[in-house]
């Protein structure tokens, strides 16, 4: 086989890398931060390890699962519990929905509300479900999308929920609506295992997601690839037939060098990789790369005594009062992730790169954490010992009106004139898929070089329906990566 560069040691990107080394093709990986993993990875600071978000190792991929436990032996795994709730209204709520629990904290008068408005919505559903709105209204009701969807939506996003498209929601939240949460309230275990939202255990490395990718990269490096941190691909161009990238190594001006290749395995964001082939690009592709958008995030690791631990993975905080959108008890998560006598949370904040939170010195901001924390009553002042700062660029492409239209420009574009260009993953293929699908697009890409298969690898999770087929394999959602979605009797 040609030789081939894979950019991004990420999930998609490792994958692909370790896929190619196993089956004798070794490979140049090239990644611009100085870790690996991508949002999969685990920091460290001081002793303590957080991850960048939530990350279940559950998938119904299983192709997936025997990826996982090649790269990790069986003890290197914990089976955990999965546990979330919903800060609102200076209340906790269960999730999954249990019928005592919501009509305590809303009352009977609004419950009854609440059904009613699910009723109504089963009756006379929203014309266009092409929105989140639309789409969340016809599943819950419009009164619970009020209460519940809205606020944390308009959190995560940073834009009206009624612009963000159904996609996302369709991804995240399958086969899951208000009278399937109250069947699973009302009789446990009935629904649990169909919908994914609902799973009750997962997998998860002791040491944190990180854990698995450090370990792949090791691995790959030891099947003869090569794994280059802090190196990345500014340009790409053609070459006496080939692909020609210019990588840069080092802070600032650093070095550079030319690096050639027959096939590209692409994680970087979509975007990045069309403003590599430089200014000739169609000015309707520039157009389009340009009009795709991202979220960023913000994670403040806060060190707390044990006794502010709860049970919970993470908790959604729907508090319009506060900027905070989750908090994760890393301590729920592994033992360990932290210390005895303390435990660590992490507070998320959804932002884009430049605004007031991004640009806010890291003390400020773990002060900024530490008040809100204390405002929502999950410490008290003057708990906080510590706190750490870490910021994600580009963590969630986002699902706006114009998305699918300029990714299609992008695809057609690629197919055309880049065909031994492959973007794989999230960001490189602008898609919200889990940590399962990401691999998977790497794994069918793999299999289309090296088997001259003909997998279309754009396929994989994008239909509504929770099982999947596709070119012979089964393909079902997992949650690999949980973003932080959509709460109330949804989840991620």
């Given at each position: ?57 559950f ?120 009278g ?5 309230a ?27 990718w ?26 006496r037939?080939?692909?020609?990238l ?26 990045t ?28 690791a ?105 990714v ?47 997998h ?37």
């Open positions: 086989m040609d030789s081939t560069v894979v950019v991004g040691a990420g999930p998609a990107g490792l994958t692909a890398a370790y896929e190619l080394a196993r089956r004798g093709h070794p490979c140049e990986v090239f990644e611009a931060d100085r870790v690996v993993g991508g949002i999969s990875r685990t920091e460290e600071r001081d002793g303590w390890r957080f991850d960048i978000g939530g990350h279940r190792f998938t119904k991929v299983s192709r997936v699962t025997d990826f996982w436990n090649e790269i990790l032996d069986e003890e290197d795994f914990l089976l955990r519990p999965r546990m979330s709730r919903i800060h609102y209204g200076g209340r906790f709520y269960d999730y999954p929905l249990r019928a005592s629990n919501a009509l305590r904290n809303l009352g009977v008068l609004e419950s009854a509300r609440c059904v009613g408005s699910y009723a109504w919505a089963r009756i006379r559903p929203p014309a266009d479900q092409s929105t989140f709105e639309g789409w969340v209204t016809a599943r819950f009701g419009s009164r619970l999308y009020g209460i519940f969807f809205k606020t944390y939506t308009e959190k995560v996003w940073g834009v009206p929920a009624e612009s963000i498209q159904a996609d996302w929601a369709a991804q995240r939240i399958r086969n899951l609506s208000l399937r949460a109250i069947a699973g009302l009789l446990p275990g009935r629904n649990s295992k169909e919908v994914t939202s609902l799973i009750e255990e997962f997998r998860y490395p002791k040491l944190g997601p990180g854990m698995m450090e370990a792949c990269a090791d691995r790959v490096r030891e099947l003869g690839s090569t794994v280059r941190l802090g190196t990345r691909v500014e340009r790409v161009r053609r070459h037939g080939r692909l020609a210019t990588v840069r190594t080092g802070e600032g001006e650093g070095t550079t060098r030319e690096v050639y290749c027959d096939n590209l395995i692409s994680s970087m964001p979509l975007s990789l069309i403003h590599a082939f430089g200014p000739d690009v169609p000015d309707i592709v520039a157009e389009a790369a340009a009009g795709l958008r991202y979220r960023d995030f913000l994670t403040v806060l060190v707390v005594p044990e006794r502010f631990s709860f049970p919970d993975n993470w908790i959604y905080i729907h508090s319009p009062e506060v900027r905070l959108g989750r908090v994760q008890n890393y301590g729920s998560w592994s033992p360990y992730l932290v210390r005895a006598g303390r435990t660590c949370l992490g507070l998320e904040y959804f932002v884009n790169e430049g605004d007031d939170l991004w640009r806010m010195p890291d003390d400020d901001l773990v002060a900024f954490g530490t008040r809100e924390l204390e405002h929502l009553g999950l410490v008290t002042p003057g708990e906080v010992q510590r706190g750490y700062v870490v910021r994600m660029p580009k963590a969630y492409p986002v699902y706006d009106a114009d998305y699918v239209h300029n299609e420009v992008l695809r057609k574009y690629l197919d055309v004139e880049w065909p031994r260009i492959h973007p794989v993953g999230r960001n490189g293929m602008h898609r919200y898929n889990n940590q399962d699908h990401s691999m998977l697009t790497a794994m069918l890409t793999v299999e289309n070089l090296v088997d001259g298969a003909r279309d690898v754009w396929e994989v999770n994008v239909d509504a329906e929770y099982h999947e087929e596709r070119a012979g394999h089964r393909i079902a959602r997992g949650t690999g990566r949980d973003a932080p979605v959509l709460l109330g009797p949804t989840a991620p």
